[in-house]
């Protein structure tokens, strides 16, 4: 009977009497010192004239403000880090803007370089007419004084004259003389010559 007793408590996992000690051992270890740690506070709260129960509250109502000043903190890295992205993209937009005023100021300054070009070439342009109006005037003078001379010669001696010239000269300075000189002149020349003069002069007539 005691034999068939003890093969039970085995195949049941164990003796009551190890299943005892684990939880002596747990009440030394443990429980006991957290008590008496729990009992020294006490008494040393009661000595201080600490009230624990709001110290309790106290610590309670610091750990959400503890959370807060956390997420306070973390709002403040994202701002700093917002503010940072907007300096960035506002010292690009500077960049940005300062090529821009570079690219316009290096076509002001081409502008300007085209205008004094063509001021110099208009001003040469102004030169280039005046010149050929003094010379004109100075061979309106010339002719002037060309007609004014074969209006001073003798009749004999301005005929050959003429006929060695070109065609062109010639009509042109009989043409310019006063009829009671040119006539005497053609006089003077030899028939062919005087009718082709005569010729000439009546087609430019005519022309005009």
Do not use: C, H
């Not at 009749?155 to 004259?161: F, G, L, S, T």
Request: hydrophobic residues 45%; proline residues 3%; without cysteine.
């Amino acid at each position: 009977m005691a034999k068939r007793k003890k093969e039970t408590t085995e195949l049941s996992g164990g003796s009551p009497e190890k299943k005892t000690g684990i939880f002596q051992v747990l009440l030394l270890w443990f429980i006991i010192p957290l008590l008496f740690a729990a009992a020294v506070v006490l008494i040393i709260a009661k000595f201080a004239d600490v009230n624990v129960f709001d110290k309790a509250k106290e610590w309670s109502a610091q750990i959400p403000l503890i959370s807060k000043n956390a997420e306070n903190e973390e709002e403040a890295a994202d701002g700093d880090q917002l503010l940072e992205d907007r300096v960035v993209s506002l010292q690009a937009e500077i960049q940005e803007k300062e090529a821009q005023l570079f690219s316009l100021q290096e076509d002001l300054d081409k502008s300007e370089a085209e205008k004094e070009q063509l001021l110099a070439e208009q001003e040469k342009l102004l030169d280039e007419i005046a010149a050929l109006v003094r010379e004109k005037d100075d061979t309106k003078r010339s002719f002037k004084e060309v007609v004014s001379t074969f209006e001073k010669m003798s009749a004999k001696a301005a005929a050959p004259v003429i006929t060695k010239m070109s065609d062109a000269e010639a009509i042109r300075i009989l043409t310019s003389l006063k009829p009671d000189i040119l006539a005497p002149i053609l006089e003077k020349m030899e028939p062919a010559d005087a009718a082709k003069y005569t010729s000439m002069m009546t087609d430019s007539t005519m022309a005009e």
